[in-house]
C-alpha cells in the first residue's frame, strides 16, 4: 500500500487549497476513502469520506459546505477541495481508506493564516 498526499501550503484565512492523493497497491475503486487531519498536539480526526464510486460524501460538521471530497478511479487518485479556509483547519492531512490501513502516508501541511 502507498499514498501519497500533497497540495498542502500556507495560505491567508479565507483562501482555498486543492488536496490530493495517489493510492498504489490495492483495489483503489473498490475501496470508501477519507480525508483525515491532525493538527499540533490534537488527535487525528475524520475530515471527510466517499463512497467507492463517488455517489455518497460524508463530512464533519466543522468542514461542511467549505470542503468537497472528489476521487477519479481511473487516477487512484481522490482530492479535497478547500475553501474558505480558516486558521483552525491547519493541520497535517493524510488520506486513507475508511476504515483505515494500519499503514499511512507523509501527509501534506496546511496553514491558514489569519
Known amino acids: 500500500v502507498q499514498l501519497v498526499e500533497s497540495g498542502g501550503g500556507l495560505v491567508q484565512a479565507g483562501g482555498s487549497l486543492r488536496l490530493s492523493c495517489a493510492a498504489s497497491?490495492?483495489?483503489?475503486?473498490?475501496?470508501?476513502m477519507g480525508w483525515y487531519r491532525q493538527a499540533p498536539g490534537k488527535q487525528r480526526e475524520l475530515v471527510a469520506t466517499?463512497?467507492?464510486?463517488?455517489?455518497?460524501?460524508n463530512y464533519r460538521e466543522a468542514v461542511k459546505g467549505r470542503f468537497t471530497i472528489s476521487r477519479d478511479n481511473a487516477k487512484n487518485t481522490i482530492y479535497l477541495q478547500m475553501n474558505s479556509l480558516k486558521p483552525e483547519d491547519t493541520a497535517v492531512y493524510y488520506c486513507?481508506?475508511?476504515?483505515?490501513?494500519?499503514?499511512w502516508g507523509q501527509g501534506t501541511q496546511v496553514t491558514v493564516s489569519s
Open positions: 466517499i463512497t467507492p464510486l463517488g455517489r455518497t460524501t
Open positions: 486513507n481508506k475508511v476504515p483505515v490501513f494500519d499503514y
Open positions: 497497491g490495492y483495489t483503489f475503486s473498490n475501496t470508501p
